[in-house]
């Protein structure tokens, strides 16, 4: 069975730092290009960064650019994000996906995790 589990949300006060995991099983990683998307209250799910199965990274949001960076360790089947200088706009549920190949191009999403929460307030 595919499934994806996001860990390592929670509160932190601006300007702190999060590092959020994404525990792939029932697949190979490798093959596979991995996003991370966020949903804020109110607001449509956006897409915030992908890394290919070569480790190339993509930012879909201009607003987190010099401030998050994802990572993947495919022998612990473990895509990471981590995130510094956080803000309250930064405040949503993020979901990492599989996408349905090797690329972030590839328009298909396979699986969505069930999302963790991230909270930036004082």
């Known amino acids: 069975q595919v499934q994806l589990v996001e860990s390592g949300g929670g509160l932190v006060q601006p300007g702190g730092s999060l590092r959020l995991s994404c525990a792939a099983s029932?697949?190979?990683?490798?093959?596979?290009?991995i996003s991370w998307f966020r949903q804020a209250p109110g607001k449509e799910r956006e897409g915030v960064l992908c890394?290919?199965?070569?480790?190339?990274?993509?930012y879909y949001t201009d607003s987190v650019k010099d401030r998050f960076t994802i990572s993947r360790d495919n022998a612990k089947n473990t895509v990471y994000l981590q995130m510094n200088s956080l803000k309250p706009e930064d405040t949503a549920v993020y979901y990492c996906?599989?996408?349905?190949?090797?690329?972030?191009?590839?328009?298909?999403?396979?699986?969505w995790g069930r999302g963790t929460q991230v909270t930036v307030s004082s």
């Open positions: 996906a599989r996408r349905g190949g090797l690329t972030c191009d590839d328009p298909f999403i396979a699986n």
């Open positions: 029932g697949f190979t990683l490798d093959y596979y290009a």
């Open positions: 890394i290919s199965s070569e480790s190339r990274s993509i």
